[in-house]
């Protein structure tokens, strides 16, 4: 039999060049889409992968990279930028909507959307999101994800293939860009969170691979996942305990109005000199909102055993 094709776009981003490590030890081949990165050579010297330069932006870039593929995985898009209201509908939506006419013409079986819990809206460990496509989120990157999410289901609806959204919980660990970031502004005393407290669904980044690749190689799997570990934890608690345990400053609780000062004076310099914005009112806008998935699918379909729990296991990951 020929060797499953997978494809990830994005792959030189942070969780998509996880992903690709861990699917390119597995009995597959693999299709490697970047922009501007570039992979690694100990990733793209490997066998089974091919890497292809691509834009989402236009069409015609992408038939060649998902030819004779059998399973996609997104990722791409674009994150640390000012104003994303003003350019995620075409980096999220447009792009995405893109992605999807080629890979219905090159006939791809499945399609994996990397999106998040906080597309249903603001959710509790008490009440967690359950995978609806009807949710009112606020913040500008949750409403044109969730708009991704529908345009998945109505073009699997319409061309008979396999959808699939995870919807991912922060994926933690060193490594991981944000909370390299938030580590590296505790360092220097600069870290700061609002203080009202906000639940945050978890998953460790060994976990996060492993439950992505079950979704891409294993049968019968479709429709929405929440991934998530098993703890119940606030982003204040979370940051507390992986700043002090890397000897670094807890954040200090700061007034909102202090944060988003912050979250402007990123994007003004982000605007003025093309470079990234570490922080926008949007992140603040969705950062606040707590989120948690039911997992029940996951656990049954995708990863009965999680490797951390909660993140007090796993903080190793960290070091």
Known sequence: MLKQKIAITGAAGNLGNLLAYGLQKKDVELNLLIHNKKISDDLSSQQNVSIFKTDLADEGSLFDALKDVDTIVH???????????????????????????????????KVILISFPHVEGETFPHKPADGTLDGNPISAHAQTRLEEEKLLFKYAEQYKFTPVSLRVGMVYGKNILMIDAAQWFARHYLLGVWKQPTYIHLISKDDFVNATIAAAIKPNIHGIYHIGDEGIQTLQQFLDDITTYKGNHKPWRMPLWMIMFAARSFELYSSLSGKISPLTRDFIKIGRISYYGNTERMRKELLPTLKYKTYKEGITLFE
């Open 75 to 109: 990722f791409a898009g674009v994150l640390f930028k000012a104003n994303p209201e003003k350019f995620l509908s075409e980096t999220n939506t447009r792009y995405f909507n893109n992605l999807l006419n080629v890979a219905v013409k090159q006939q791809v079986k």
